[in-house]
């Protein structure tokens, strides 16, 4: 008998598994999982959110006109370029839906955000992962990556889960070294944490040209996961492509409403950097105190290196027992590493406390 069958590549990816937020037999389990703020979102968001239940029965309003007005002025961007989707994950969905497909390679770094190389199988192309020098995207090897196939290239910046960026200084050197017709997607989803000052999260070079494309998402520092919504700044052509290809209503209202709160409440967003901007390094020279590799992050995540896949899964075990839910790496190629993401000050202690522990009762 016959059965329908899905189009080519589908079968081959591995499906996406989300952060954990339980622990069998535990309450108050503390979630480091998912690189959400612990902070939680804006209160003038969750009162926009409320406020929308009378009013269920419309539909949203499908250009999301007054959210990219918003993002327009808050970040310096034209808002006729923006096109928000239900979270970046659907941006990055319908680029590669638009500019590849069967036969075309999609290049990422080796361990880039795997919402790429899914995306890519899904239309039936084929992901090329470029090396990375000290688990930080490597310009040189991506453009040695570059064939005739080629067709998009996709860079976090930061990345999740490495927790590393490139300057914008390397980012333009990559852009230039690309073909032309080649779509560069700088995704800066966790642009709002990074206080470099050679850090770029990339709108003006969408501005410069006709080949780059940035993400930006509500779900990192703006605490809306649960709503999903981002949006991509692009050239003019790129955003009449994906509002072709978008769902007329893909952006849900109540996603409008408390993105429009969120971003008009700028005390919140600078008390969400400010905790980053305190917890992040102590979490890091905590764990790095009690001899565990850390790699430098500029996100609200750190990733940590054990000495192989097996001590790292014991001491996700260990965190669990612990009431800790961390991510387990193995599906970027890192099984010997865990991201954890930065939490609130009693939960980096929890953290801090278990794998101390561990490190004592294994050593
Ligand atoms: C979390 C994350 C996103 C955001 O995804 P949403 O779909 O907007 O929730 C995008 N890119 C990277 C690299 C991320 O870590």
């Known amino acids: 008998m016959s059965a329908p069958r899905p189009r080519p590549g589908i079968m081959a990816i591995q499906p996406y598994v989300g952060g954990g937020h339980a ?7 503390v979630v480091l999982s998912a690189n959400e703020t612990p902070l939680g979102p804006s209160p003038d968001a969750i009162k926009a959110f409320n406020n929308l239940a009378e009013e269920l029965h ?3 309003d499908g250009d999301s006109a007054d959210i990219r007005a918003a993002i327009g002025e808050r970040f310096g961007c034209d808002p006729a370029n923006i ?4 979270g970046s994950d659907e941006l990055i969905a319908l680029l590669i839906r638009s500019y590849a497909g069967p036969n075309d390679e999609v290049l990422l770094s080796r361990h880039g955000f795997l919402m790429y190389p899914i995306s890519a199988q899904s239309v039936g192309a084929t992901p090329v992962f470029a090396p990375e020098a000290n688990y930080t995207t490597d310009v040189d090897a991506l453009l040695a990556a570059v064939t005739d196939k080629t067709r998009m290239a996709f860079v976090a910046n ?3 889960p490495t927790g590393s960026y490139i300057s914008s200084d390397e980012l333009q050197r990559l852009r230039d070294g690309l073909r032309d017709d080649i779509l560069l997607v700088v995704d800066s989803a966790y642009a709002e944490y990074v206080s470099r000052n050679d850090y770029a999260a990339g709108a003006e070079m969408v501005e410069a040209g006709r080949n780059v494309v940035m993400l930006r998402t509500f779900s990192k520092i703006f605490g809306l996961a649960a709503l999903r919504l981002g949006w991509a700044y692009c050239p003019p052509d790129v955003a009449g492509v994906l509002n072709r290809v978008r769902g007329p209503f893909n952006v849900s209202a109540a996603a409008q409403a408390a993105g429009l709160a969120a971003i008009n409440d700028i005390t919140h967003m600078d008390r969400s950097r400010a905790h980053n901007d305190e917890w992040l390094p102590w979490l ?3 764990l790095t ?3 565990l590799t850390v790699h430098p ?3 609200n995540f750190i990733l940590v290196r054990f000495d192989d896949a097996v001590i790292a899964a014991a001491a996700s075990a260990a965190l669990e027992a612990a009431g800790v839910v961390v991510r387990a790496m193995g599906g970027y190629g890192l099984p010997e590493c865990l991201r954890i993401t930065i939490g609130l000050e009693d939960e980096n202690k929890r953290v801090t406390a278990a794998l101390t522990e561990f490190r004592n009762t294994t050593a």
Do not use: K
């Open 83 to 86: 096109v928000c989707g239900a």
């Open 284 to 286: 890091t020279q905590a």
């Open 23 to 29: 622990v069998e037999g535990v309450s108050n389990v």
């Open 297 to 299: 992050s500029v996100g």
């Open 158 to 160: 930061p990345n999740n």
């Open 289 to 291: 105190d009690i001899g």
């Open 58 to 60: 419309r539909y949203p």
